[in-house]
C-alpha cells in the first residue's frame, strides 16, 4: 500500500511538469537567438586612437550565421605606402548570438599589394556587437589587425611592425525596406 501510494504522489508531481509546456523557455530562446539582427545595416566606424577617422560600412547578417561587409575605405591607394592606405577586399565571415544578445563576429579580407612595396595580406576583424531590437541598431566595437597571406583561421600569423590591433567604435541602423 504504502509503495501504491509513493507512486501515485510521484505521478502527481510528475504530471503537471511533462503536460506543461515550457512556453517561457521557448521564448527566452526565441528572444535571446538574436533571429532580428538578420539583415542588412549601413554602420559608422570611428577609431578609437584617432576620433576624426572614420568610415561607413554595409554589414549583411545572414539567417545561416554567415556575413559579409564592405567598407568605403577599401579603394584605397594602388602606391600606398602605409597599411591603412591600402586596398582591401570586402570583408566575409561567420557570427554568433550570445544569450544576452551580443554579437561575435570574425571576418576575413584581402590587403591587396601596392606598387610600393606593400605585401598583399589578410586582415582578420572581430566585431562585438550589442543588438537593441527596438531601434533597429547594432552598437559595439570592431577591430582588426593585418596577418601574413598564408595565414588559416586556425594558425593566423600576424605581421610584424604593422601596430595592431586596431579598434574602431561601430555603430549600424538597420535597412528596411519602408
Known amino acids: 500500500m504504502k509503495i501504491i501510494v509513493a507512486a501515485c504522489a510521484l505521478l502527481a508531481l510528475t504530471i503537471p511538469t511533462v ?9 527566452e530562446f526565441k528572444e535571446n537567438s538574436c533571429e532580428s539582427v538578420v539583415g542588412t545595416y549601413l ?6 586612437s584617432d576620433p576624426s577617422s572614420s568610415s561607413r560600412e554595409l554589414i549583411t547578417f545572414n539567417k545561416d550565421g554567415n556575413f559579409t561587409a564592405t567598407d568605403s575605405n577599401s579603394g584605397g591607394d594602388p602606391d600606398a605606402t602605409n597599411f591603412f592606405s591600402q ?4 570583408i566575409h565571415g561567420s557570427w554568433k548570438c550570445t ?3 551580443e554579437i561575435i563576429a570574425k571576418g ?6 601596392t606598387r610600393k612595396g606593400l605585401p598583399a595580406s589578410l586582415s582578420i576583424t572581430t566585431y562585438r556587437l550589442k543588438l537593441n ?4 541598431t547594432v552598437t559595439g566595437v570592431a577591430s ?10 586556425q594558425n593566423p600569423i600576424r605581421l610584424p611592425n604593422i601596430g595592431g590591433p586596431f579598434l ?4 549600424g541602423n538597420r535597412i528596411t525596406a519602408n
Open 19 to 27: 503536460m506543461t509546456p515550457r512556453q517561457a523557455v521557448a521564448d
Open 43 to 48: 554602420a559608422t566606424s570611428t577609431a578609437v
Open 87 to 90: 586596398a582591401f577586399s570586402p
Open 99 to 101: 544569450r544576452n544578445q
Open 108 to 113: 576575413f579580407n584581402f590587403n591587396y599589394q
Open 133 to 136: 531590437s527596438k531601434t533597429q
Open 144 to 153: 582588426f589587425d593585418a596577418y601574413d597571406l598564408n595565414s588559416t583561421p
Open 168 to 171: 574602431s567604435n561601430y555603430v
